[in-house]
């Protein structure tokens, strides 16, 4: 009978002391190292270096937390330009954290992935943020606005296109065709384009404050938009007394007025976008596409899938190529130093991208 030998890699029998591991950490993340030539030096994987490194944040994550900080932003709705912005707000997080809102940091994109719609799932995405937040009446939200949610309730900011649309759909004749049944005339309500007219002054005024700094943005709001809306929640009142609670309009109106404080905090804080618009076009490829590629499989796949949207969508807010820029840190990232990392993302890979044409040219 022939003899039959089984070969293994190094580490699969090596028990590697914790002063090793340690030591292989610290050559492996060190400023202006890399990892695979360290793992190929101590004939380890990169893989399992990786796993050390996770094992060792989980450790020192149960440890008391020390006070960070990280850069985030407030996208502005529509403006495609960076300009500067008010003085940052400082907002406290869970575990020590602080994030830094309302600088001058390019765009990003965070998606989250849920199983389901239960309002479990933002609640507990959003744990302990007491900030701005932009919804579109969601019921899951709800939550989140209430005392004792944090040391203070969110604030709230419902988007206008929401409330819109559902006026628009009462004189959309050609969606009416599409849904009604045959030889059933489509509905046009005089009400609703009434308030339609009204809605669209408050957008024409947006759209020309779009990407001006939070305090101009309040003022022309406060001088402009204010009697607008105050125009509107009058004739709501008076419209909604004359009608039957059953009547398409009256619906839409009492959509407005339930919860009506959130819908014109707007008018208080300029860093408040009229529309999560912003958000929505992060999904907008999830929705078209979803016929097309229905499951991602499990939740991991679906984790993944909102990783891969995060990553796309910032490059697109800092108008870089997805695929161009993917494509190239996939070829780099190995070989590039972690303390040079950062010069993967997007905004910094655009001017670097820059910087070599002019220099080409």
């Known amino acids: 009978m022939g003899q039959i030998t089984v070969f293994g890699g190094p580490e699969r029998r090596r028990r590697w002391h914790e002063d090793e591991r340690a030591k292989i950490l610290s050559e492996a993340f060190s400023p202006g190292a890399c990892v695979a030539r360290v793992a190929r030096q101590h004939d380890v994987s990169t893989a399992l270096i990786y796993t050390w490194r996770r094992k060792a944040e989980v450790q020192s994550a149960a440890a008391p937390a020390q006070v960070g900080f990280v850069e985030a932003v407030v996208l502005d709705d529509g403006g ?3 300009v500067p912005s008010p003085p940052a707000v400082v907002v406290d997080l869970p575990g020590g954290r602080r994030v830094n809102i309302g600088g001058p940091a390019p765009p990003v994109a965070l998606c989250y992935y ?4 239960r309002g479990e799932h933002p609640r507990a995405h959003l744990a302990g943020y007491t900030g701005i937040l932009q919804v579109d009446r969601y019921a899951g939200f709800n939550a989140l606005f209430e005392e004792g949610w944090a040391d203070k309730p969110m604030t709230c900011a419902n988007c206008w296109v929401h409330a819109r649309r559902e006026f628009f759909k009462l004189v959309d004749i050609r969606q009416q065709l599409k849904r009604k049944k045959k030889g059933t005339a489509p509905l046009i309500s005089p009400l609703a384009t009434e308030a339609l007219e009204i809605i669209d002054r408050l957008f ?13 943005r309040l003022a022309v709001r406060q001088e402009l938009s204010a009697p607008i809306v105050a125009e509107l929640e009058a004739w709501m009142h008076e419209t909604r007394s004359k009608l039957s609670r059953h009547d398409a309009v009256a619906k839409v109106i009492a959509y407005l007025q339930n919860d009506w404080a959130g819908f014109t905090t707007f008018l208080a804080d300029g860093r408040i976008c009229l529309s999560n618009n912003a958000a929505e076009r992060q999904l907008r490829s999830v929705a078209r596409g979803r016929k097309a590629w229905l499951f991602v499989g499990s939740d991991r796949g679906g984790q993944r899938a909102a990783m891969m949207l995060s990553l796309f969508g910032t490059a697109r807010l800092n108008d870089v190529d997805p695929l161009a820029w993917f494509t190239d840190v996939l070829a780099r990232i190995a070989d590039i130093p972690q303390n040079h990392l950062h010069e ?3 905004w910094h890979w655009k001017a670097a991208q820059q910087a070599a044409e002019e220099l080409a040219a």
Do not use: F, W, Y
């Not at 849920?114 to 719609?117: F, I, L």
């Not at 024409?204 to 101009?216: T, V």
């Open 80 to 82: 495609s330009k960076q």
């Open 344 to 346: 993967l993302l997007p």
């Open 114 to 117: 849920s199983s389901d719609r």
């Open 204 to 216: 024409a005024i947006e759209r020309g404050i779009n990407g001006k700094p939070a305090a101009e």
